[in-house]
Structure formats: C-alpha cells, structure tokens
C-alpha cells in the first residue's frame, strides 16, 4: 500500500509543480476558505497492555481508508485555523505476542475530528504552499465488536465456559501536529497532500458472560494519517 501511495503522490504531483510554474495560480490570502476532500488513510502505530495478564500478549489495530474532509479559514495570508473530519473509519482489532493465534478479537469504528492552528510559509504570491499544524484531536468510538475468537481466549486463559462478550472503547482527547502542501492549479483548484500524527489513547473495556467477569486493555494508537485530495478556494 506505501508504494501505491507513493506511486499516486508522484504522478499526480509532478504535472501540478510544472503547471504552477506557469505562474497561474496564485496562493492562499487572507478572509479564504479551503474545501479539501480526498482519499485518508489512517495506519495506527499501536502498542497495548497485557490481555487478560498473559505474559507478551497485546493487541493491533488494522489500516483502514476513508473519506477525508478538512477546512480551513485564512485569519492572515499566513496563519490559518482547519478542521479535519471523515467518514467513519473502521478497524479490525487482532491479538499479537503470545496470543496471536487468536488472530482477529474485534472490530471498532471512530470518528477523529482534529482542530488546528496552521502556518503556511509562503505568502499570497506563491503558486506552492507549504505548512504546518498542531492541534487537538478528540477521538469517539462506536460499533463495536467482539468475535469468537475472543471468547475462545477468554475461555483458554480464565477456565470459565464463555457465552457471551462485549467491548467498549473510552473516548480519547490528544495532541496532533500536521505537515502538508497545497499545490494552486488556478485562482481557486488546489492539489493537496497531508499527513497528521495523532496521540490517540483509549481503554479496552470487555465484559464476558453479561458482567460474570470484566478485563481492561489500555490501547495507545497514535496513528500516522495520509491525506490526498483536492480542494477549492471560496
């Protein structure tokens, strides 16, 4: 999947840099606001405690890809202020270490919407537009599932004839710092590429047997995020 994506970044940057070297677009200016969409890609980096105190056990998050929105209000030629939203991405929660036999456990889906204050480098005559962002991330989890193969574990390490399990996932608020490019086709079309790093942790809460036993996994995702898209300028 990283090749394809380099892959698409290249042949689709490439033809915008000779195009705004024509001289024109011209770059973001204070009072704008940008509309981007494109395809987002979210690839968690995740670490988690023990399951149920099995030594070496932990959980993984799976990639998922999405639809990708963000806006972005120009306070000066500058600075500006975006919010990144998406439809809901949807993750297969699998076991690793020494349970990964198990293989996939459960499934979630979240919501990431991310406020940012952004500094773009270049000013209101620059065809190509570099910035930065940090900000806050809130991340709400929903939908979620757990499979056989987490009452099998469950059943293995407690001993307990398992009928039944649920999973809740507490809500999580973070850092998020942002680096991307806009590329101005003309006065309005932008060509974007983006990435963002977010701290998203959250607590596993498993119920087994409705309530006859509780555990608790404290996951930390902090997944890098992919965005390429286009975007228009009002």
């Known amino acids: 999947m990283s090749h394809l994506i380099a892959k698409t970044i290249t042949s689709a940057v490439l033809p915008v840099v000779l195009l705004s070297a024509s001289g024109l677009a011209l ?97 209101s005559d620059s065809k190509i537009n570099p910035y930065v962002g940090i900000g806050v991330n809130y991340t709400t989890f929903f939908s979620n599932k757990t499979t056989q193969n987490l009452n099998d574990a469950v059943a293995a390490v407690t001993g307990l004839t398992v009928t039944s399990t649920s999973m809740k996932l507490d809500d999580s608020f973070g850092v998020a710092f942002e680096a991307g490019v806009d590329f101005n086709l003309d006065n309005n079309w932008v060509l974007n590429v983006s990435v963002w790093k977010a701290d998203i942790d959250t607590t596993a809460k498993i119920n087994v047997n409705n309530g006859a036993a509780n555990a608790q996994v404290d996951v930390n995702i902090d997944p890098i995020v992919y965005m390429i898209g286009v975007g228009y300028t009002f």
């Open 27 to 123: 770059a973001h200016k204070a009072g704008d606001t940008i509309v981007r969409a494109g395809y987002a890609q979210v690839s968690p980096d995740a670490s988690s405690s023990t399951v149920l105190g099995v030594a070496d056990s932990g959980v993984d998050v799976k990639n998922n890809a999405q639809l990708g929105l963000t806006g972005t209000y120009m306070l000066t030629d500058n600075f500006g202020i975006e919010v990144l939203a998406a439809t809901p991405f949807q993750h297969d929660i699998v076991a690793t270490g020494s349970i990964a036999s198990f293989g996939k456990i459960g499934s979630t889906k979240h919501l990431p919407p991310t406020f940012s204050a952004q500094y773009y480098f270049t000013g």
